[in-house]
Each structure stands twice: as C-alpha cells, then as structure tokens.
C-alpha cells in the first residue's frame, strides 16, 4: 500500500471506512455501531443471505494502534469468524496490509465452502483495490469540504471518501447553510433526480428550483469559500450526435427541442454559480456506474434476465464515468488548478450497443434484446429523449491534460470492478 503503515491504520480507523470497503455487488445495511476500532466496539449489520436478510453482530476484541485490529463474529451466518487486519511498514516508507480470515461454516462445512471461498475473494479483491487507490489519492493537504446533496449516490459516496482521506466534511442541510461557514471548498450535488420521475410540468419546476434557485440560497451564505464546485451533467451539450465533445465546446442554444430542457437546466444551473468562490469548476457528470444506483442499477435486472439489449438503435453516445472514477475527478477539480467547465467522464465513451454487448458479457447473458425509442417515450414522455435517449460523445479532455489518473479507463474494467465479476 502506498503511504507509511500509520497512513494506513488511519484510513482504517476514521469514519466513513465501513462504507469505502462495502462493497457494491454485496452491499450490507449497518444497524448499529458503536466505538471505533478499539476493544469491545461492536458492529451490527444486516446482510442478505439467499433470499433472506440475517443479522450479523461482530465485536473487537484485539487492538494495537497503527499496528492491528480484530474483529470476532458473536452471532450471525458462521459458525466462526475472526477477522485480524494487520498493517506492517515497508523500508521503503510504504507499508502492506494483511487481512487474515479464520470461519467455519455451519453443518461443518459441508455446503457452501467454494462459494463462501469466492464471495470472499471478490470482496477482499475489491477492498483492497479502494483501499489503495485511496491512499494514493488522498497524498495531497487535507481541506475543508461543505457538502450540498450529500444524500444521494455521488454524495454518499464522497462523503465516506473524503473522511477517510482525512478531510473535515461538513454536509449542507436544506434550510441550514451554517455548514458553509468557513469551508473552504464546497460540492454542490444538491437537486431533485433527473429520472426520477415523468417531466410533468409540475416535475419540471422542481428539477428548476431544486437547483438553479437553491444554489441562488446556497452562493448567498459562501462568504470566504475559495473553491466551488458546481454540479451540472453533460446534459448540458444536449442532442450532439457523433460530435466529440469537450469543455471547449459550445453550449449555446442546445440542440432539438426534446433535449432543450435538459440542456438548459444544466446551463442554468451552472450560472447560478459563476461568482460563487474566486474558483468555479462545473462537474459535468456523465453515467455515473455503480450497481448501486444509477442507471447501471436499473439496467442490472433485465441484463440478468438474458432480456437486455441496445437502446433505441444503440447508435447514441454513452459517455460513462466508473463511481471511483468520479470521486476521484472531485477531489482532483478541489486540489489543483483547473476551473471552468469539468467533463466528469471516462476517455473512452461507447455506443449504446457496445455498452449492452459489454455488460452483457460481464454478466455472462446474451444482449440482444433491442429496447425501441418510442417504448421509453410511452413510458417516460420528454424524459425519454432528453435524459435517456440524447447522444453525448464527451470526453475529459481538461482532466487528461491535467494529469488525472483514471482507474478504470476501460468499460469493462469498470463493470466488473462495480459488479464484483
């Protein structure tokens, strides 16, 4: 692991670590916790088992600070679990991290040994990827972050990220902009979901005053903020077809009339904003990939039903971005020099049919299932064309040329990576 053996038994211990090393392909629910990593702090989650959710109850019961922790199972699925993690210094001033597992299973064993086997490699595969890529992130001075929309599945997530990196993160609650007060970077996420719901007239209003008069409220209380970064979408470039598109492309009067109101909530929202902090950075987002949420979630029960497919032709432009991938451009866009607009994407966008051919083949299910535009009309109105069906060939061609590292450049990677495959 990069980062000294101390670095390391920190990340471990802050807050937010549970929910950096829950894995997505096998979320569980935290009932109850209480302590921190020391003797005797208990842990409470609930966690699927087959079809059945079970309780598991683990305590601590070995400590040694920047050294190791254990934690032992007192009731839940195995007949034994002793988890001992154990972080050792390297002399070239990196260190490594040693998860040792000791369980049994019940019935002796006799069911579901090679499944227990790969479950938990999948899980330690992915838990120490994160936490790798974390430390490597997270080198840089440690700020103060206010948060705006800190519930939803970029905000969640970026909220974990950054205390275990060591940030003070302060979450912006409706109503109350004291958490603005002397933060010196603030991420405004904050607004009603885009796909939530039927653009309805009445929805519309919603979308608008959720974000361009909210963040109107928000800009008012930012005395002293010095970064802002503003969430948009690349949305905003509207229906593009195969144009590749980077910040340097024009907005302007957006493109056909079923994208127009997207594209110009984006831009609206983003304008709100423009005087916000002596540095503006526009987050335009792109597919946000994470199974759990977004659209990869929704897509997920029909591509495991062998029912998946392209949509609407599969010629449109999908410019994805890996969760990981996201947080990290965030923290990036806070800690170095860029401003302006911000494409949050992968550098390698993919059509519509290579996406499905893709996650078809991470998932081991044919794709082949063509999903017609005027059946997401029927079924989601305007939304359909503006917020589903639009073409976006976009790219990050800011952060690339920043030095922004991704770790999953690859569609496949990422899927995998999210999906535990």
């Not at 040792?100 to 069911?111: H, I, K, N, Q, S």
């Not at 009445?202 to 008069?213: C, F, G």
């Not at 410019?319 to 994407?345: H, K, R, Y």
Request: aromatic share 8%.
């Amino acid at each position: 692991m990069p980062g000294s053996a101390d670095e390391l038994f920190a990340w471990h211990a802050r807050e937010g670590a549970f929910e950096r090393l829950n894995p997505p392909f096998a979320p569980v629910e935290v009932v109850e916790r209480s302590g921190g990593l020391e003797v005797g702090a208990r842990t409470v989650i609930r966690m699927p088992i087959g079809p059945v959710k079970q309780l598991w109850v683990a305590e601590h019961t070995a400590y040694e600070a920047g050294r190791m922790f254990r934690d032992e199972q007192t009731s839940g699925p195995f007949a034994k679990w002793v988890h001992t993690h154990r972080f050792e210094s390297r002399a070239d001033g990196t260190s490594e991290l040693i998860d040792t597992v000791e369980y049994a299973l019940p019935l002796g064993g006799f069911v579901g040994n090679s499944f227990t086997e790969r479950t938990l490699e999948r899980m330690f595969n992915y838990r120490h990827a994160v936490t790798h890529a974390d430390l490597s992130r997270h080198r840089g001075p440690k700020r103060v972050f206010a948060i705006a929309g800190a519930s939803g599945l970029i905000g969640t997530a970026l909220k974990a990220f950054l205390t275990t990196g060591g940030h003070e993160v302060r979450v912006i609650k409706r109503g109350n902009f004291a958490a603005v007060e002397g933060a010196e970077v603030v991420v405004n996420l904050a607004g009603a979901g885009v796909a939530d719901a039927r653009w309805t007239d009445e929805r519309k209003r919603e979308l608008i005053d959720s974000r361009v008069a909210y963040t109107k409220q928000l800009v008012a209380h930012a005395k002293g903020v010095k970064v802002w970064l503003q969430g948009s979408a690349i949305g905003v470039y509207g229906e593009r077809g195969d144009e590749t598109l980077t910040e340097d492309s024009a907005v302007g009067e957006p493109g056909e009339r079923t994208t127009r109101f997207l594209a110009k909530l984006c831009r609206d929202w983003e304008s709100a904003a423009t005087d916000a902090a002596p540095r503006v950075v526009m987050l335009r987002t792109g597919l946000v990939q994470s199974a759990n949420g977004g659209a990869l979630a929704k897509l997920l029960p029909a591509f495991k039903l062998g029912a998946g497919g392209p949509i609407a032709g599969g010629k449109a432009w999908q410019s994805w971005v890996s969760l990981e991938d996201e947080l990290g451009l965030i923290l990036f866009a806070a800690q170095n020099d860029v401003s302006g607009a911000l494409n949050l994407t992968a550098p390698n966008p993919v059509t519509s049919t290579d996406y499905a051919r893709v996650l078809g083949r991470v998932l081991s299910r044919p794709a082949i299932a063509p999903l017609p535009g005027f059946a997401l009309r029927a079924l989601f109105g305007e939304m359909a064309d503006g917020a589903i069906l639009a073409s976006q060939r976009a790219i990050p061609a800011k952060a690339k040329a920043a030095g922004f590292e991704f770790l999953h450049a690859d569609l496949e990677q990422a899927l995998r990576f999210t999906l535990g495959r």
